[in-house]
């Protein structure tokens, strides 16, 4: 049986993953180990792994960081609380938050001196999602409230319905919140709109190119991590799209014979994936089924975030 095996484009990691974890690696090739991280710096068990091995030392909350030593939020974001608890013990902390979500938090802010209410978009429980409630300043009169789907937004009630505004996770489908802001345009029609998406490039471009994909083959394997919100996104998308699709950290977690009626088979990764699990999948895919794969378009992105200072 003649076999495709096509890997999208873009794919794999992002301009915000590469920044954090350049962050910790630079930490550590500065000033050794350990080195102490707030949260999973980026979603992916393998990137994990691999920096606990170089000395990082992972923990939930800043009280499991000794006095003196060096710590790094994560790329997903803190909430002010724990920007202000590091100041506070004279933590050296270094600050991974992608500039995306940097971004959002800003506009968290923007509305909260506006006086406006925000309701966020957004996955209850998601670090990200808790870094961006958090920059909400609780001496205000205003609230910020999470929706996650369009019943949420039918039961918001709100302190001011003509003074209001909203902001997304960056990593969501666009197609989900699409119907999420068109409820909330619908129940608050002078409802204040971000100045750009806050969806993010990486993730835009990822959901195009797993589109073009599923037209092309019967199979969609996602390289990503179970708690990776855009890794998730672009196995849903793929199944919307009427292919079959799987989410793996690795070649590891994927039996090759399962694969063994499928015509044609795609690839893609999220964006906290590294390209090598990628290329260990690739090359046992092409093994088994003794083809070559090949790339569907080309990877154009050329974005990359600045490290701070001190570690450049
Ligand atoms: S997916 Fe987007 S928002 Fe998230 S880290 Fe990457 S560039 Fe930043």
Redesign the pocket.
């Known amino acids: 049986m003649n076999r495709k095996i096509l890997l999208a484009n873009p794919r794999g990691f ?4 590469d920044r ?1 974890i350049d962050i910790v690696e630079k930490a550590i090739e500065k000033f050794g180990s350990p080195i102490y991280v707030r949260h999973e710096v ?1 979603h992916n068990k393998i990137v994990v792994e691999d920096l606990k091995s170089k000395g990082v030392i992972f923990v939930d909350e800043l009280d499991e960081v000794p006095d003196g030593e060096r710590v790094i939020f994560s ?1 997903h974001g803190v909430a002010k609380s724990v920007e202000d608890e590091a100041e506070e013990r004279h933590l050296n902390y270094f600050d991974a938050t ?4 940097t971004k959002v938090h800003n506009e968290v802010i923007r509305h909260n001196r506006a006086n406006r209410d925000v309701v966020l978009i957004g996955h209850a429980g998601h670090p990200e999602v808790e870094g961006t409630i958090g920059r909400h300043d609780p001496s205000s009169s205003k609230n910020i409230y999470l929706v996650e789907d369009v019943n949420d937004v039918e039961r918001l009630e709100v302190s001011d319905e003509k003074n209001i505004a909203y902001v997304t996770q ?2 969501l489908s666009l197609d989900d919140t699409k119907d999420i802001v068109d409820a909330l345009n619908v129940k608050f029609p002078s409802l204040h709109q971000p100045r750009s998406s806050d969806i ?4 835009q471009n990822r959901q195009d190119a797993v589109k073009q994909l599923s037209l092309e083959v019967e199979i969609v394997i996602v390289v990503g991590s179970i708690n990776s919100s ?1 890794s998730n996104r672009l196995k849903e998308l793929a199944e919307k799209c009427g292919v079959e699709a799987v989410l793996i950290d690795s070649v590891a977690d994927i039996n090759l014979s399962d694969l063994g009626n499928k015509t044609s088979i795609g690839v893609t990764a999220g ?2 994936a590294p390209e090598s699990t990628v290329r260990e999948l690739v090359n046992e895919l092409e093994k088994y089924f003794k083809t070559k794969a090949s790339e569907l378009g080309r990877n154009s992105e050329s ?1 990359y975030f600045k490290l701070p200072p001190e570690l450049r």
């Open positions: 992002c301009a915000g993953v954090a980026v790329a992608c500039p995306l979500v960056t990593t993010c490039y990486a993730t855009n964006a906290s974005i």
